[in-house]
């Protein structure tokens, strides 16, 4: 559910506020999906925001949404900096 969640927050940064547009849609969304999953299975977990492992919580979700646009905008800075 967070891979997916991350997924929309890559797409919406490249159609909607033009991040990335070097790299791709593709890319955007592989990046935003990677966050997603990085703060919802890794972070949330270790910060305790979710009760078990496989329970929905809504600040689980919240801290996915952070985690892909963090990345997206980490990923940005390279691509701009460094061209890749």
Not at 17 to 28: H, P, Q
Not at 41 to 64: H, N, R, V, Y
Request: charged share 10%; proline share 5%; net charge positive.
């Amino acid at each position: 559910m967070f891979d997916p969640a991350g997924a929309v927050i890559g797409w919406a940064s490249f159609a909607y506020l033009k991040f990335s547009e070097g790299r791709g849609m593709l890319a955007s969304v592989g990046i935003g999906a990677t966050g997603g999953l990085v703060g919802g299975k890794l972070l949330a977990p270790m910060l305790g925001f979710s009760a078990a492992p496989g329970d929905f919580s809504p600040a689980a979700l919240l801290l996915a949404f952070m985690a892909a646009a963090g990345l997206l905008f980490i990923g940005d800075r390279i691509h701009a900096r460094y061209g890749f």
